[in-house]
C-alpha cells in the first residue's frame, strides 16, 4: 500500500507565494515520476508541473515562469513553489507518483488535495 499526502495549501493574496509538499510513504521502491495536477471548480484535472526521477521537469504554460517543481528522493517529497499567484490558480491541487513496489508490481497513486485559494 502507498501513500500520497499533501501539505501546504491555503488563501493568499494575489502576487503572493505558496510551497506545496507531497509526502509519498509505503512501499515505494522506486519512484519515477512525479507531478502536480489541479482542478478548479467545473474543470478537467489538468497537469501543472511533473518531474521525472532525474530531474527532468515540464510545466503547463500557464505556470512557466511562477511556479518550480522539486524533489527530495532521499525524503521521498515532492515540492511545488509556486510564486506571483494569480486567481485563476485558484485550484485543488493534487500529487501524483508512480513507480515500483519491491516486488517488481507497478504502481500510481493519487493525494488528497490540497486546496489553493488566490483571492484579495
Known amino acids: 500500500q502507498v501513500q500520497l499526502v499533501e501539505s501546504g495549501g491555503g488563501l493568499v493574496q494575489p502576487g503572493g507565494s505558496l510551497r506545496l509538499s507531497c509526502a509519498l510513504s509505503g512501499s515505494w521502491f522506486i519512484i519515477n515520476a512525479m507531478g502536480w495536477y489541479r482542478q478548479a471548480p467545473g474543470k478537467q484535472r489538468e497537469l501543472v508541473a511533473i518531474?521525472?526521477?532525474?530531474?527532468?521537469?515540464n510545466y503547463a504554460d500557464s505556470v512557466k515562469g511562477r511556479f518550480t517543481i522539486s524533489r527530495d528522493n532521499a525524503k521521498n517529497t515532492l515540492y511545488l513553489q509556486m510564486n506571483s499567484l494569480k486567481p485563476e490558480d485558484t485550484a485543488l491541487y493534487y500529487c501524483?507518483?508512480?513507480?515500483?513496489?519491491?516486488?517488481?508490481?507497478?504502481?500510481?497513486?493519487w493525494g488528497q488535495g490540497t486546496q489553493v485559494t488566490v483571492s484579495s
Open positions: 518531474i521525472t526521477r532525474g530531474g527532468s521537469t
Open positions: 501524483n507518483a508512480d513507480g515500483k513496489s519491491y516486488s517488481g508490481t507497478y504502481l500510481t497513486s
